[in-house]
């Protein structure tokens, strides 16, 4: 495991992104100015804000503004992927919480919600799931894409640890660009709540590595 990014992370090896306000070396915790962990990249900062709360320090969107990143993830057509993040919804409506790739038909990946239930975005069109979702609690939300064909995907969805949707995605080629927290791929949809961290893998977390990854953590977010 890299130093400086707190519990062990499992899939580490593979990290290509993540971004963590209660980070030194990823957040100067006022500002806030914004850094990748694993490249050291600078990301270009409009609205959010930093603040925290007991233990737990995290990003704050207001329905605008997000967080970009100056570096390429690494994923592109129908490869392998994992992103995750642990998010605070502050309303419930239609709203975009991180992505990567470019707005199109495939072209894009993200996590999004409607004011109901979860949605896994593809670009401009996506999956929508029966997996619900309220205020007021912290998530760690967990999409995973295990390439089957040229340009199929497995896609599962966990939350808190335990997988909640299986399902398969094609017409995926996904362009290979940077991390968006709090906005979609076309920039119209934008987040209301909290992020603390965020993180792109370049492969396939298992259920374990998830369950693993969430468990480190969960104490910390009142889970």
Avoid: H
């Avoid at 990301?43 to 925290?52: D, I």
């Avoid at 570096?71 to 975009?96: L, P």
């Avoid at 609690?137 to 040229?150: C, D, F, R």
Wanted: positive net charge; contains cysteine.
């Amino acid at each position: 495991m890299g130093s400086g990014v707190g519990p062990k992370i499992q899939g580490f090896d593979s990290l290509s992104v993540k971004i963590d306000a209660g980070n030194s070396i990823s957040s100067s915790q006022s500002g806030p100015t914004v850094f990748d962990i694993i490249s050291k990249a600078a990301q270009t900062v409009t609205t959010a804000t930093y603040s925290s709360s007991g233990s737990v320090k995290y990003f704050v969107f207001a329905g605008s503004g997000n967080i970009t990143g100056s570096n390429n993830v690494s994923i592109s057509g129908a490869n392998s992927r994992t992103i995750s993040c642990w998010v605070y919804f502050t309303s419930k409506t239609i709203q975009s919480i991180m992505c990567i790739g470019v707005n199109g038909a495939g072209t894009g990946w993200g996590i999004e919600t409607s004011s109901t239930v979860f949605t896994l975005s593809k670009g401009n069109s996506g999956t929508t799931t029966s997996i619900t979702y309220d205020t007021g609690q912290w998530y760690n939300i967990v999409y995973t894409g295990e390439n089957l064909t040229a340009n199929s995907l497995t896609i599962k969805l966990y939350i808190n640890g335990s997988l909640q949707y299986t399902g398969t995605d094609s017409s995926i080629n996904t362009t290979n660009s940077t991390l968006k927290l709090g906005t979609n791929n076309a920039g119209t949809l934008f987040f209301n709540g909290r992020i603390s961290s965020a993180s792109v893998y370049k492969k396939v977390l298992s259920a374990s590595e998830i369950k693993k990854n969430y468990n480190s953590l969960k104490s910390k977010f009142g889970l």
